[in-house]
């Protein structure tokens, strides 16, 4: 690698990021083709289509009942909150590490968690 800064090795990884993605697409494109020339294959997908509508007409009776709804709404806000709170420890995190530059930390209990970073590139910008 003659990369002498992150951004030409970002440069130079992104269109092979590209290539690999694009073949990817092609060779799960390849399996499904041979998956559905195989006559067992394709008598479950019909199975799994039958039982996949009959699921629906369960969830749709399901969504009418009082109890699931209270139920449900209540998975929903515990849902909304705990992500609330992840990305709230997320951020906490970040600034611990950007003040520490530690990678593992020692959480309430005594234990020594490690400390996962993540980047990613989001869609270009118009």
């Not at 799960?28 to 019909?46: I, S």
């Not at 709804?69 to 209540?74: D, H, L, M, R």
Request: proline share 2%; hydrophobic share 30%.
């Amino acid at each position: 690698m003659d990369d002498k800064t992150p951004l030409q090795a970002i440069h130079r990884l992104m269109p092979e990021i590209a290539q690999s993605k694009e073949k990817i697409r092609t060779i799960r494109e390849q399996l499904k083709d041979v998956m559905e020339q195989n006559e067992e294959y394709k008598k479950l997908e019909e199975e799994i289509k039958e039982l996949s509508g009959k699921r629906a007409e369960t969830k749709k009776l399901l969504l009418a009942d009082r109890d699931f709804q209270k139920i449900n709404a209540e998975l929903d806000d515990e849902k909304l909150k705990n992500k609330d709170l992840q990305e709230i420890l997320s951020h906490y995190l970040v600034t611990y590490y950007n003040e520490t530059q530690k990678t593992e930390l020692t959480d309430e209990t005594g234990e020594t968690r490690q400390l996962l970073l993540s980047a990613k590139l989001g869609k270009a910008i118009a």
